[in-house]
């Protein structure tokens, strides 16, 4: 049995893409899923999840994911896709969806229209010209910004264009309060099949310096 003090070290140049990817999956979590929908060859629609995944900041907005390569190294097609038509929308993942959004990561052949085969309900794209899951409770529409290529690594960089949102998760929709918990969205733990909630929350505030300052001099000093 481990001491909870004991360290272990890896060097990620002396490991395998797999050993890696074990490593950084279980430690980098819970990571939030992009469930990208993007229009491929005859306006097939493709819809694949992403838990490689995040926002990348608000001016602009931007969100960043990696689609990988299909086995034989081709890409797979919310790559191609992205690379021909620069849009996508990345729609988010509630619980009540999360069986849904695991059907559509099955690896269907090339130019397969996930929506249309699983019989998932779309609609029309706001901001784009690509459609959203409806029932998805928040899309982020977006345009590519820039790809990024490390290795075998690509970064898909979108700027967002418009967000689509649920009425019951605005608590006010004149101040733009989001209730995040009302979302009701999954996200990924460790590797593949593990999955989290979101609805075991707490709040921590931020403290101001001035605040910070303030109780280190009720402490005191420290012995």
């Not at 999360?98 to 690896?107: D, G, L």
């Not at 784009?128 to 345009?143: D, G, I, K, M």
């Not at 649920?166 to 006010?172: F, G, I, K, S």
């Not at 707490?202 to 009720?218: G, K, M, N, S």
Request: aromatic share 8%; glycine share 10%; charged share 20%.
């Amino acid at each position: 049995m481990s001491n909870a003090s004991e360290i272990h070290s890896f060097d990620f140049a002396a490991l395998s893409a797999a050993e890696r990817y074990k490593l950084v999956t279980g430690v980098v979590v819970p990571r939030p899923i992009a469930w990208v929908s993007t229009l491929g060859v005859g306006r097939a629609v493709n819809l694949a999840p992403y838990s490689f995944f995040g926002l990348m900041g608000s001016d602009p907005a931007v969100v960043a994911f990696a689609p990988g390569d299909r086995p034989d190294g081709t890409p797979k097609d919310t790559a191609l896709n992205i690379g021909s038509g620069g849009e996508f929308t990345v729609n988010l993942v509630s619980d009540e969806l999360a069986a849904t959004m695991n059907a559509t990561a099955t690896e269907f052949p090339h130019g397969t229209d996930e929506a249309g085969v699983l019989g998932i309900p779309l609609a029309p794209g706001t901001y784009v010209r690509v459609p959203r899951v409806a029932a998805s409770p928040a899309a982020l529409e977006c345009r590519e910004a820039r790809t990024v290529t490390i290795g075998r690594t690509r970064v898909i960089l979108g700027e967002v264009l418009g967000l689509l949102l649920r009425a019951d998760a605005l608590t006010d929709p004149a101040k733009l309060y989001v209730d995040t918990t009302a979302l009701d969205l999954v996200g990924r733990m460790g590797g593949r099949g593990t999955y989290t909630r979101t609805r075991d929350t707490f709040v921590l505030d931020r403290i101001p310096y001035a605040q910070w300052q303030q109780a280190q001099e009720r402490e005191g000093p420290q012995d």
